[in-house]
């Protein structure tokens, strides 16, 4: 039995592991991280992968912090991110925080910036969309965001404004 290549493939029809293994995959990186003090489970990106950061919101009924750990990209100064859930169709509770609350910060290997999110539109999000699909395993992106009943959107997380 042959599998198709990526180009081959029927919208949708890339592999996913089952939700529950992609559940315990976030549990233990973030066991991971905690357990370590932040030494391991963050990554800088590269030109073949892409990097790990935390990112700090507060919660948009509770007001309370939360942290997720998720995939980023660099664009110039800026740091970009999907607003997936594990390729489920809900939004994940980060995006719909910072759509209530933008401001933000990020932790990174050896640096924590404070940060101003958006959606990118239009032309910008197509070429960072094209980052991503640039990527080791981004192949399958459109066939994973298919999945989706919308669009995936793209997070751009701006430097904040210097506060005096």
């Known amino acids: 039995m042959t599998t198709p290549s990526a180009a081959a493939r029927q919208p949708g029809s890339a592999r996913l592991p089952p939700r529950w293994f992609i559940r315990s995959a976030w549990v233990v990186h973030r066991a991971i991280y905690n ?12 030109t ?5 950061m935390r990112l700090h919101t507060v919660g948009r ?14 664009d110039g100064p800026r740091l970009v991110t999907m607003a997936m859930n594990g ?17 933000a910060s990020v932790d990174l290997p050896g640096e ?27 192949d399958d992106l459109d066939a994973h965001a298919s999945r989706r ?13 210097a506060t005096r």
């Open 149 to 161: 009943s919308r669009e995936t959107p793209l997070v751009v997380l701006e430097p904040a404004p």
């Open 35 to 46: 357990v370590t003090g932040g030494r391991l489970g963050l990554r800088p990106p590269s």
């Open 112 to 138: 924590r910036r404070n940060v101003v999110a958006r959606e990118a539109q239009g032309a910008e999000r197509e070429r960072l969309w094209e980052v991503f699909r640039s990527l080791e395993g981004g």
């Open 61 to 74: 009924r509770s007001g309370a912090p939360r942290a997720a750990i998720v995939a980023y990209v660099e």
């Open 87 to 103: 390729w489920g169709d809900p939004p994940p509770a980060w995006w719909l925080n910072l759509q209530a609350r933008p401001a």
């Open 48 to 52: 073949k992968v892409w990097g790990m």
